[in-house]
């Protein structure tokens, strides 16, 4: 599979999480997740428990949407309303596509029904373009849960580097260290090439 430039400056924004964050990068890892849908209503019904790790301390949270239009949605809106409040830039975040891929085995002792599932969710990021979050598992549901929480961990953890970024250049400043303001500017850049931040 070819690789997008996207792709590209995510990896190079990941190593900056390491750099500036180091062990304070939120990990956003599944627990657990529930569907239901009836066809007496034009809603889908989804919960969502998920582990939110920061650093040695890991806090369990337990979010839902109550009006998705499918459990796309529900997983998408449920995260969005979570986590928007307390990260700016998730607001220039859409989901634009969403994609399966059955990866059925070629053995003749197998019926083929157990199958991975590769699921691609396509983001579009207000002024940068499109990117894309992957997972592959036996599981359609696991999959799109475990693609929805990286999207969005990551988004977080840009968030979170950017006003780490602007506390040190502040503190830079006010020292006159020049040198460390201007390696700021340059992450700076990295963060800006995949989303935009409040000022």
């Keep these: ?10 990896n190079d924004v990941k190593k900056l999480f390491d750099k500036i964050l180091k062990t304070k990068k939120i990990k956003l890892e599944p627990l657990d ?15 969502l428990a998920v582990n939110e790790v920061c650093g040695d301390i890991t806090r369990t949270v337990e979010i839902s949407e109550r009006e998705a239009k499918g459990f796309v949605d529900g997983m998408f809106k449920a995260c969005y309303k979570q986590y928007k409040d307390q990260h700016n830039s998730l ?4 989901l634009i ?35 894309e979050f992957n997972c592959v598992s036996r599981s359609i549901l696991y999959s799109s849960f475990v693609a929805t929480l990286e999207s969005y961990q990551f988004y977080m953890n840009c968030d979170r580097t950017f006003e780490k970024i602007k506390m040190i250049i502040e503190d830079a400043q006010s020292r006159n260290r020049g040198d460390i303001a201007q390696q700021c500017m340059s992450d700076l850049s990295l963060l800006t090439g995949v989303n935009t931040y409040a000022k």
């Design 1 to 10: 599979m070819i690789r997008t430039p996207q792709e590209f400056r995510r």
């Design 33 to 47: 997740i529930v569907v239901k849908e009836s066809l007496d209503s034009d809603f889908t019904l989804v919960d």
């Design 97 to 131: 596509d969403y994609q399966i891929a059955p990866r059925f085995s070629k053995s003749k002792n197998t019926m083929g029904s157990e199958a991975e599932t590769a699921v691609t969710l396509m983001v579009e990021v207000k002024d940068h373009g499109v990117a």
């Design 91 to 94: 607001k220039n975040i859409k």
